[in-house]
């Protein structure tokens, strides 16, 4: 099973642009579906965005138009890139890969928009 370790996070200004990376600890190439999730305190996780190993991707409506999934699997890496930021994209955000055997969560980076 890999291991997934997000980067990236931090604290932005409102209308500003932040970049996050999922670097995986081995090959991706089986994970056929992988995703970002984001978590605030006291509210279940909520999916933002995914995609397959085909490239199709699909956004939550609260950030489509906004940010952009993205993946490589010759590096093993996944991607989002977030612009526009508003306050409610503050969260802790999480990497997640899906392959038919297994499922893989990161430890989560934090993402802080300032008003």
């Known amino acids: 099973q890999v291991q997934l370790v997000e980067s990236g996070g931090g604290l932005v200004q409102a209308g500003g642009s932040l970049r996050l990376s999922c670097a995986a600890s081995?090959?991706?190439?089986?994970?056929?579906?992988m995703a970002w999730y984001r978590q605030t305190p006291g509210k279940q996780r909520e999916w933002v965005a995914s995609?397959?190993?085909?490239?199709?991707?699909n956004y939550a409506n609260s950030v489509k138009g906004r940010f952009t999934i993205s993946r490589d699997n010759s590096k093993n890496t996944m991607a989002l890139q977030m612009s526009s930021l508003k306050s409610d994209d503050t969260a802790v955000y999480y990497c997640?890969?899906?392959?038919?055997?297994?499922?893989?969560w990161g430890q989560g980076t934090q993402v802080t928009v300032s008003s």
């Open positions: 081995g090959s991706i190439f089986t994970y056929n579906w």
């Open positions: 997640n890969a899906v392959s038919p055997s297994r499922t893989s």
């Open positions: 995609i397959t190993s085909a490239g199709v991707s």
